[in-house]
């Protein structure tokens, strides 16, 4: 499933003051960003792993609920966590997006505000119409799909689906990337 987003979001407050030792960091940590339903899940597969593995979300009392996984937990926002370190992320760090948001175009929008202009615009009806399911989501975003009902965990997006057997020729990535109107440029964001 794919997120178009429109809408406006206030500027994000930083609640913590960050302290956080990048020199103890292995260079193949993962950081799982948000700690909510799809986050802890992430955890809990990715603790198994031989790799550091932290999770950042302003919501201490959902980081305490991981506490018996060898997972460090961060308080701190997980966009402003990514702008103000993305510098000190190594080459085989892995980020995991698992917030209700684009966590690529938020990271992207704070860190060029002051030099160029990001504005969330809300998707035309026309254009959302051109697209397989859809509908409305939380903070003005439009969730995109083939299926109209929810996917099996890690699916690999195939050429055919898992599920129905249907056959998905274009990826959606595609049909977003190629979507066009008068009033708007698409750039897809891709997660891999």
């Known amino acids: ?15 913590f003051k960050m302290n956080f030792e990048w020199d103890t960091v292995s ?5 799982i960003i948000g700690a909510g339903q799809f986050g802890s899940r992430a955890a809990r597969i990715l603790s198994e792993r031989d790799s550091q593995v932290f999770i950042v979300d302003l919501n201490a009392e959902r980081l305490s609920l991981l506490r018996t996984l060898p997972v460090r937990s961060i308080v701190y926002d997980g966009v402003r ?11 085989n ?3 995991v997006p698992s917030v209700p948001l684009h966590l690529a175009f938020e990271w992207l929008r704070l860190s060029l505000q002051g030099t ?18 859809h509908w409305p989501a939380s903070e003005g975003s439009l969730l995109v799909s083939y299926a ?3 996917c099996p965990d890690n699916c690999p997006e195939p050429e055919f689906c ?9 990826p959606l990535y595609e049909i977003l990337r190629n979507l066009t109107h008068p009033e708007f440029h698409t750039y897809a964001i891709r997660s891999l």
């Open 1 to 15: 499933m794919f997120g178009l987003y429109s809408g406006r979001i206030g500027l994000l407050q930083r609640r």
């Open 27 to 31: 260079r193949d940590a993962v950081f």
């Open 81 to 91: 966590f990514l702008v103000e370190n993305f510098a000190e992320f190594q080459e």
């Open 93 to 95: 760090s892995l980020i």
């Open 116 to 133: 160029r202009k990001i504005v969330k615009t809300a998707v035309p009806v026309e254009a959302a119409n051109r697209l397989p399911h």
């Open 148 to 150: 109209d009902f929810a």
């Open 162 to 170: 898992t599920v129905t057997g249907e056959e998905r020729n274009v």
